[in-house]
């Protein structure tokens, strides 16, 4: 590298649309670390930060609507509808997940990789401001 410690990794994702689909910002995280990570090296810190977070009640018309081009195959009324269903119910388990999680405490429900060993989740959830409450 010409240097005792490589440079840090940046880079910028952006999404196509506003959204609250874990499934879209997901995708744009591991696209975007895939694209700039070294696989020769560790990983020690992952930042991610989220720019022009909005209320959903305050996207812009002009956001609310799909263009469309010439150039892309065209989808099919039924699939449109089908990722319009897909995105309603994903909207829907979240809030229901928020609603168990402000009424039972944050470990209520958890991911199935929160009980490996030396996932860290737990813990945290029973910390306040980083330390053990």
């Known amino acids: 590298y010409g240097r005792l410690v490589p440079k840090h990794a940046h880079g910028t994702q952006n999404l196509p649309q506003y959204t609250s689909s874990a499934k879209m910002i997901t995708g744009a995280v591991d696209e975007l670390f895939y694209r700039i990570y070294d696989k020769d090296l560790y990983s020690r810190r992952l930042c991610i930060t989220a720019c022009g977070v909005i ?14 081009d010439l150039f892309s195959p065209a989808e099919s009324d039924e699939e449109y509808q089908d990722r319009l269903f897909a995105l309603g119910r994903e909207k829907d388990l979240q809030l229901a997940m928020l609603r168990i999680k402000r009424k039972y405490g944050k470990n209520a429900v958890l991911k199935g990789s929160n009980f490996l060993e030396g996932a860290t989740a737990i813990e945290r959830n029973r910390q306040i401001g980083g330390h053990k409450a």
């Open 55 to 68: 209320d959903e009640k305050h996207i812009p018309k002009s956001q609310q609507y799909e263009q469309l």
